[in-house]
Structures are given as C-alpha cells and as structure tokens.
C-alpha cells in the first residue's frame, strides 16, 4: 500500500486509509473529506476525484497504477447487437484477406500488408497498422496541394521528420510560441502528415505532402479556452485549409445538446469549404458496458466526429458512442489504438491511444480526397467521406465505418 | 471574472459591431468581436449574465469553456 500512498499524496495530495479500518457509512465519509480507501485483498482504492476526468486521467499515467476508472451505472448492449458486431467484423477480415482492390487508383494489394482474417492488422517495417487499414499505404495520392490545418498544442519543428519542411504556422496562445512542448500536437500532426520516409522507421503519415498549417490552440500544459480554439479555426478557414483536424474536446452529457457556438462555426466552415473532423471523445469504458456520449465539439451536426477502432476493427473500449440526439452522433471510425507517431525530441515517436489518433487517420484520408477530386469541399467531402466508408457494425459506435483512401472502399 | 460567449442573431449580424457597443454600454469588456461566426467576447460581472440575454438581437449568452488533455501518457486515451 505503500507505494500507492505515497503516489496519490504526491500526484494528488490525497491521504490513503486502509478500508479496514472503517466500518459503514464512516467510509463514505472518510471519501468525501478527500481521502483514498484501500483495499488489501483486492488491491483497490476507492478515491472522489475533485477535479473530475482529468484527476482520472492523472491517476492512471502513476506507475503503481494499473487502471483507473470511474465508478458507473451500467446498461446493456443487447446479446444480438454483439454478435452481429462480431459477425460483420469477421466478414470484413475475409473480405479483405481475398477480395480485389477497387478503383482506378488502387495499386496491388501486397501480401504483407493484408491481415488474415480474425488476426489483427500490425505495423509492418514499412507502414503502420493505421495506414495500412485505411489504405494510405496503398494510395498512389499523397494529399499534395491540399492544404490541412492541424489545431493543437502545436507541432516540434526541430523534429528530425518535420525540420526544413515549409510549414505553415500560428500560435494562438498568449506568450507561447507553437513549437510543441507537451507532444500531442506533434502526434496528431504526425499522422496527418508524417514524411513518405521517415528518419525514425516505418511510414506513420497518412498525407504525407500536404500543405501543413499548425495552430497552436492548445497551451504546452494541454489546456485551451475556447475563444483560442475558435480563433484557430476562423484562421484555418481564412487560409482556405480544406480540412481542419481538431483532436479535442470535453465531456457532454447524456442528453446535452449541442453547443450552438460551435454548430455555428461547423456550419460557417462548410459553406467556406472546410470540414472540421473533431475526435469523438474518450470517456467511454466498454469493457464494463458503459458507453459515453459523443463530447464536444465533435457533437455538434456540423463537424465531422470521429471514434476510434483497435487493429481487430472493434470499436476501442474509450471511444464514445452516438447516444444524443441532434448531431451527437459519430460519423466515422479511424485507427485509434497502438498508434505509432512522431513526438518531440528528445523521444522522437510514441505509441498512444484515442480518439485524438483516430482524428488525424481521418484528416489525412480526407486529404487524399480532395487532391483526388479538388470540387470535394465542405459538404461533398463529409458526403463522400461517409459513403466510402468500410462498413464495421452499428452505427453508434463506429458511424459510417472504418474511413477509406480513395479507390480502396466502396464506390459511391 | 467569468468570460461570455455572446452569438448574435442572423438578423443583427451585419451591424455585429453596433452590437458589441450595446453590450459594452451594459458592462461587458470586450475582448472579440467575429462577424463570420456571428459571436463576441468579453468578461464581465457574472450578474451582468441575465442583462446580456435581454439586449435585442442577442440569441444566446454562455460561458466561455476550456478543454484539458490528459498527460500524453501510452496508458492514457488521449
């Protein structure tokens, strides 16, 4: 217990008490005055975040933590729309393990980087599961000429990968510059736009020529006000970006509403020929049937929500799920697990997790589209993101499906 | 001082800045003003909150909000 107590004074300055030593509702009070209770046999705490998700969050990143959840009401996901997950998901591996590719600008589907089906999908030395899985890897287009905001905490511009490239960039962040230093910026905007040959190892872009634009809406604590976040947009637009690529985003509610705020801003940007593609959110804990609604701004009806799938096409167990009505619903599903991307030096790359990973796979697909065909702005692009989708299971958690490059999903 | 998010009616947006000066006149410190979103921001009294939902051609008063990500740990959904 001791490691863990100490962990929890020093991250959160909570004080851990053994459970044992309380008897009814003396324990529930110990936990409203802020403490942590321990338990021995299960090796447990019981702690009230003050601070809500992002205590959690903090909590999970301790060494002696193993995982941190909150406590939930359960609900049932029915026994038939779990097999019927399960069935079209392995239809989908046979598919393609055997079927041909489609569209003029497929290129031969190599050995090595189909999946066999019921297996999940693995980086290669050359490609990362999520390019290969999108079919980036197998696109002759590379998003050139395509101009692609990415809102975040910035990028690392001295990064082996990104230094000498032209880059366009803007900190909206009060005395901070928009070199990256927390790292999130650098990973998303890694996926989106990773180089063709990276310096690290295998591929992790998935546009690797656009015409990148970088707004540092996100300070290098990770924090950011909303008027920041709007002002990075109104940037993007002006730039003309066909596609704005926000991994952010807060906790709703069941049964919230959209922020009309940010439908008005999603609704501006599509008239100006811009999507904005917002990760769906992570509060989900699926392997506990408990799903969380779509967080904002991905809910608004006006901006593109993306959940996130592991290498096997389940829905990953954070990734939230459409449960409100009036736009909070999820559109599409990118690569969202075991990410592979570039972070700033001195570490260079990091595996991560999330809907924030899945975000850029669907920005940079959305690049190939329009460097595809440059009328597909604003509204076409959602609509032929959507109708090329790879159908993965019900709608609520994986909208659309899987988003495909160009030539590699169904035609529409 | 709490920070509002003011958007404006679709019937007003073209005189946003007429506007804005309504809202300064009740208190509110200004700190943007964005004809394409149809929005302004300021802070002001958090009483100044009910006032500002009263003035013509204002369709929605709220708080600014703010997002925090998670530490970039592998661990961690981000």
Redesign the interface.
């Given at each position: 217990m001791s490691t863990v107590a100490g962990a929890l004074k020093n991250a959160a300055g909570m004080k851990t008490l053994e459970a044992r030593d309380f008897k009814g509702a003396a324990l529930e009070s110990a936990l409203d005055e802020g403490n942590a209770i321990y338990f021995e046999r299960f090796k447990m705490c019981v702690v009230d975040p003050k601070e809500g998700m992002s205590q959690l969050a903090m909590l999970s990143a301790l060494e002696s933590v193993q995982q941190a959840r909150p406590e939930f009401y359960m609900f049932a996901i029915s026994e038939a729309e779990r097999r019927y997950n399960e069935w079209v998901r392995a239809g989908l591996m046979l598919l393609a393990d055997g079927a041909p590719s489609m569209g003029a600008q497929a290129l031969p589907v190599r050995a090595a980087e189909m999946t066999v089906a019921g297996t999940p999908i693995a980086d290669t030395n050359e490609f990362t599961w999520g390019l290969i899985a999108v079919g980036a890897s197998r696109s002759s287009l590379t998003g050139r000429g395509v101009k692609v905001a990415v809102l975040d905490t910035g990028i690392d511009l001295q990064h082996p990968d990104f230094v000498g490239r032209s880059i366009v960039t803007e900190s909206f962040i009060p005395n901070e510059t928009v070199q990256d230093k927390q790292g999130h910026g650098t990973h998303t905007a890694g996926t989106v736009a990773g180089p063709a040959t990276s310096t690290m190892g295998r591929r992790y872009g998935v546009a690797p020529d656009v015409d990148l634009h970088v707004g540092k809406v996100l300070n290098n604590q990770g924090t950011g006000r909303e008027a920041e976040i709007i002002n990075g947009i109104n940037w993007a637009i002006d730039k003309k970006c066909a596609v704005i690529s926000m991994s952010l985003g807060r906790p709703t509610a069941v049964g919230e509403k959209p922020d009309p705020f940010y439908e008005e801003v999603g609704a501006v940007a599509l008239r100006e020929g811009s999507i904005i593609v917002a990760a769906a959110g992570n509060n989900s804990f699926r392997d506990f049937n408990h799903i969380a609604p779509v967080g904002a701004p991905a809910n608004s009806p006006s901006i593109f929500a993306v959940a996130a799938i592991d290498p096997k096409m389940g829905v990953a167990p954070f990734s939230c799920g459409g449960l409100n009505p009036d736009g909070g619903e999820v559109n599409i599903s990118g690569p969202g697990t075991l990410v592979y991307s570039s972070v700033p030096r001195p570490e260079l790359s990091k595996v991560l997790q999330g809907t924030s990973m899945a975000c850029p796979h669907v920005a940079g697909v959305a690049a190939l589209w329009v460097q595809s065909d440059p009328a597909l702005r604003g509204q076409a692009l959602w609509n032929k993101l959507e109708r090329t989708a790879r159908e993965l299971g019900i709608r609520r958690d994986f909208g659309r499906g899987l988003v495909q490059a160009p030539g590699m999903g169904p035609t529409s | 001082m709490p920070?509002f998010?003011i958007?404006v009616e679709k019937s007003r947006s073209d005189d946003i800045e007429a506007l804005a000066d309504e809202l300064r006149a009740k208190g509110l410190r200004v700190?943007?003003v964005?004809p394409?979103?149809?929005?302004i921001?300021g802070s002001g009294d958090a009483s100044l909150e009910a006032e500002l939902r009263d003035v013509d051609g204002v369709?929605?008063v709220?708080r600014?909000?703010?997002?925090?990500?998670?530490?970039?740990?592998?661990?961690?959904?981000?």
């Amino acid at each position: 217990m001791s490691t863990v107590a100490g962990a929890l004074k020093n991250a959160a300055g909570m004080k851990t008490l053994e459970a044992r030593d309380f008897k009814g509702a003396a324990l529930e009070s110990a936990l409203d005055e802020g403490n942590a209770i321990y338990f021995e046999r299960f090796k447990m705490c019981v702690v009230d975040p003050k601070e809500g998700m992002s205590q959690l969050a903090m909590l999970s990143a301790l060494e002696s933590v193993q995982q941190a959840r909150p406590e939930f009401y359960m609900f049932a996901i029915s026994e038939a729309e779990r097999r019927y997950n399960e069935w079209v998901r392995a239809g989908l591996m046979l598919l393609a393990d055997g079927a041909p590719s489609m569209g003029a600008q497929a290129l031969p589907v190599r050995a090595a980087e189909m999946t066999v089906a019921g297996t999940p999908i693995a980086d290669t030395n050359e490609f990362t599961w999520g390019l290969i899985a999108v079919g980036a890897s197998r696109s002759s287009l590379t998003g050139r000429g395509v101009k692609v905001a990415v809102l975040d905490t910035g990028i690392d511009l001295q990064h082996p990968d990104f230094v000498g490239r032209s880059i366009v960039t803007e900190s909206f962040i009060p005395n901070e510059t928009v070199q990256d230093k927390q790292g999130h910026g650098t990973h998303t905007a890694g996926t989106v736009a990773g180089p063709a040959t990276s310096t690290m190892g295998r591929r992790y872009g998935v546009a690797p020529d656009v015409d990148l634009h970088v707004g540092k809406v996100l300070n290098n604590q990770g924090t950011g006000r909303e008027a920041e976040i709007i002002n990075g947009i109104n940037w993007a637009i002006d730039k003309k970006c066909a596609v704005i690529s926000m991994s952010l985003g807060r906790p709703t509610a069941v049964g919230e509403k959209p922020d009309p705020f940010y439908e008005e801003v999603g609704a501006v940007a599509l008239r100006e020929g811009s999507i904005i593609v917002a990760a769906a959110g992570n509060n989900s804990f699926r392997d506990f049937n408990h799903i969380a609604p779509v967080g904002a701004p991905a809910n608004s009806p006006s901006i593109f929500a993306v959940a996130a799938i592991d290498p096997k096409m389940g829905v990953a167990p954070f990734s939230c799920g459409g449960l409100n009505p009036d736009g909070g619903e999820v559109n599409i599903s990118g690569p969202g697990t075991l990410v592979y991307s570039s972070v700033p030096r001195p570490e260079l790359s990091k595996v991560l997790q999330g809907t924030s990973m899945a975000c850029p796979h669907v920005a940079g697909v959305a690049a190939l589209w329009v460097q595809s065909d440059p009328a597909l702005r604003g509204q076409a692009l959602w609509n032929k993101l959507e109708r090329t989708a790879r159908e993965l299971g019900i709608r609520r958690d994986f909208g659309r499906g899987l988003v495909q490059a160009p030539g590699m999903g169904p035609t529409s | 001082m709490p920070e509002f998010k003011i958007l404006v009616e679709k019937s007003r947006s073209d005189d946003i800045e007429a506007l804005a000066d309504e809202l300064r006149a009740k208190g509110l410190r200004v700190g943007s003003v964005n004809p394409k979103f149809r929005q302004i921001r300021g802070s002001g009294d958090a009483s100044l909150e009910a006032e500002l939902r009263d003035v013509d051609g204002v369709e929605v008063v709220g708080r600014d909000d703010s997002v925090q990500l998670p530490p970039l740990d592998e661990k961690v959904p981000q």
